[in-house]
């Protein structure tokens, strides 16, 4: 009996709520705390369910820094906003389980008992389009990476100060050229696909 004990209390999952209705919250985490493997916590969480709307706050936003120096930690989203472009986002900022607030409480659960086997959760009707998205993403990645590749250093140079929002004439004062040095650097990059004013 007391091993069994031991053994549960060891393979308890920790898991906070993240919600700005906390009548949801409340009852989620009372939920979560009558299943024998978890267990509601407000520190140390293994597993973090999030909602993408936090008041004003951006939810996803917030994900990156509950995963900075817990690589471990798992964040599953519980949106009410389940579309193909909010679940893309989620997987982009280290989102591991994706489920909509309108399904029920047993699709959470497996959401969050998946994430800590080492699963990604995200509904089938979704993952197609997530899938896409992050294909067409990484496409657009590597053709920009090939771009780039294709700038001289100094183009770079310009390139960036541009994408900052200098004019001509500021980044000619900011790297030590001429106008006209700017201009050319410009035009070879129009030449070769780079979309800068």
Do not use: Y
């Not at 520190?43 to 509950?66: K, N, Q, S, T």
């Amino acid at each position: 009996m007391a091993e069994e004990l031991i053994r549960s209390a060891i393979s308890t999952v920790r898991v906070l709520v993240v919600d700005d209705h906390q009548v949801f919250a409340d009852a989620l985490a009372v939920r979560l705390g009558a299943e024998p493997d978890l267990e509601a916590r407000r520190h140390a969480p293994d597993v973090v369910i999030l909602d993408v709307e936090l008041g004003d706050a951006d939810g996803l936003e917030l994900a990156p820094r509950l995963l900075d120096g817990h690589p471990e930690r798992r964040i599953v989203v519980a949106t009410a906003h389940d579309t193909a472009e909010v679940a893309t986002r989620s997987i982009r900022a280290g989102v591991r389980g994706f489920v909509s607030k309108d399904g029920g409480f047993d699709d959470l659960l497996r959401a969050v008992r998946g994430v800590i086997r080492g699963e990604t959760w995200i509904p089938p009707r979704l993952l197609t389009s997530v899938l896409d998205d992050l294909r067409d993403q990484g496409d657009r990645n590597r053709e920009f990476e090939a771009l780039m590749g294709l700038l001289t250093p100094r183009e770079r140079d310009v390139l960036a100060c541009m994408v900052s929002g200098l004019d001509r004439a500021s980044v000619a004062r900011e790297l030590g050229l001429s106008i006209d040095t700017v201009r050319t650097h410009t035009q070879n990059m129009f030449r070769r696909g780079c979309a800068v004013g």
